[in-house]
Structure formats: C-alpha cells, structure tokens
C-alpha cells in the first residue's frame, strides 16, 4: 500500500482489527474483520463494521491461531469472500487513516489481500499503531503490554478478545482514553 496525502487533524479513523489463519501475511489469510471508524477531532464513532472472510486455503492454517480467532467452518458458512471484504472495507475507510493494535501486522495481511485480489485501498499513507501512541503516552511500562492488559489497566471492557470488532473496538477506546 502506497497511501495517500490528506489533512490528518481532520481525516476520519478507521480502527481496524483481523483475525488471520497465522502470522505470515504472505502464506496465512484473513478470516475476520472488525472496524470501527471515527471523526476527528472529537472521535466520535461514525461506523462500526465486520465481517467473517472465508478462508481460501484453509489447509494452510496455524491450527493455533485457529483456536485463538475461533475459526469454525460452520460458523463460517455465511463468510463472504476476501475480494468481498476488501469491496467494502474500499468505501469503508476510503479517505481514513489506518489504526490498530501493532498495525504492521494487519498492515501486511491488508497489502497481501490487495496484491491477491487487485483492489486497493485509499488510505493516508501513515498509519496509527495504538500500541506504539498508548506506551509513549503512559509510559514505558505499557511498552511491552497487549491489548487486553492495557484495556484493563485503563478500566476499559474487552469482552470478545480476540474477536475482530471487540478488539477494534477496545483499540478505539484505548485511543480516546490516552489521547483525552
């Protein structure tokens, strides 16, 4: 992803979240996704959204991370496709920047379904890692803490950990908590 040039004090936020068949962005796929999209500079929600993605290659799978996202082929029997899902997400977070929870990761799945299926996205060209914003603005003691750690920690709900849209949305949260 290339990313765009626009005005990011007034840009909307789209906190995103995936669930994935295992780490290698390259080899692994997105089953989930979680967005919650906001404005700037209140950040007030605008959108939440998600989506289960069917997984193409299901064989490839770490059956760990299987078990941590609860991928279930018969729950996923109304998953939509990645070229759907990126459709979406295309209109979705047009003109948004991009946030997460260590976004490089989610940044690399998102490069690879665009590689895959040839839709991109129009993002800002930076992106927001939570994690990185949240330890700088704590303390170095939050540098190493996840999502679910910190979110307690700030008195922040995060029933549904790893499930796309409650991490997004606990994402979301920590942000406005830290940057209040």
């Known amino acids: 992803m290339k990313g765009q040039e ?6 909307p936020i789209s906190f995103i979240d995936l669930e994935m068949t295992g780490l290698e962005g390259s080899r692994h796929e997105i089953v989930e996704i979680g967005l919650v999209k906001v404005s ?3 950040l007030e929600i605008i959108e939440k959204w998600e989506a289960r993605v069917r997984p193409e290659h299901p064989e490839n799978a770490d059956p760990e991370a299987l078990k941590i996202s609860g991928y279930d082929p018969e729950k996923w029997k109304e998953a939509i496709s990645l070229e759907e899902m990126m459709r979406v997400l295309s209109e979705k977070a047009k003109g948004t920047i991009l946030a997460g929870w260590n976004i490089s990761c989610d940044y690399a799945f998102l490069d690879a379904a ?9 993002l800002h060209r930076r992106v927001l890692d939570v994690n990185s914003y949240a330890a700088a603005k704590l303390g170095h003691q939050f540098g190493a803490s996840g999502l679910s750690s910190t979110a307690k920690s700030l008195g922040i709900s995060l029933e549904g950990h790893h499930t796309a849209l409650p991490d997004a949305m606990a994402c979301y949260e920590v942000y406005k908590k830290v940057s209040s």
């Open 40 to 42: 700037q500079p209140e």
């Open 6 to 11: 626009f005005d990011v004090k007034s840009a």
């Open 114 to 122: 665009i590689t895959r299926t040839g839709i991109s996205l129009e």
